[in-house]
């Protein structure tokens, strides 16, 4: 899979990054959220994860502007707000799952290959 992982601190770009490369993904970086959107809406990724908070553009705008622009790829919004009012706003915005930080590889990996493959995720 390609993957846009929009992420702007450095441990959390290491710690996901890893996650997805040892699962045999292909990782591009944008570390703030107007960098995020120029690449998603320039590149050719299968999935975007997305910050919600990050400087320049949150999470939440940046998936705003993709979705009226047209972008109908998966965004998964990642973020250390664990709240159902946070996960309802993440999916008003147009992401189209809320992941929680730190993040848990099963989880992570599960949900990115169901968005890529449609299916359900082989054993990990």
């Not at 972008?71 to 999916?91: C, D, G, N, W, Y």
Request: glycine share 6%; with cysteine.
């Amino acid at each position: 899979a390609r993957i846009l992982l929009a992420e702007d601190t450095e441990d959390s770009q290491f710690l996901i990054t890893h996650f997805l490369k040892k699962a045999g993904a292909n990782v591009e970086m944008a570390v703030n959220g107007l960098e995020a959107y120029s690449k998603a809406i320039s590149g050719d990724h299968d999935i975007v994860l997305m910050d919600i908070q990050m400087p320049l553009m949150d999470g939440y705008l940046a998936t705003r502007k993709l979705r009226s622009e047209g972008f109908v790829k998966p965004i998964i919004a990642l973020t250390a707000h664990a709240m159902k009012e946070e996960r309802q706003r993440s999916l008003g915005a147009g992401c189209d799952e809320h992941l929680t930080k730190p993040v848990d590889r099963v989880a992570l990996l599960e949900r990115v290959y169901s968005f890529v493959h449609s299916t359900a995720p082989p054993t990990l």
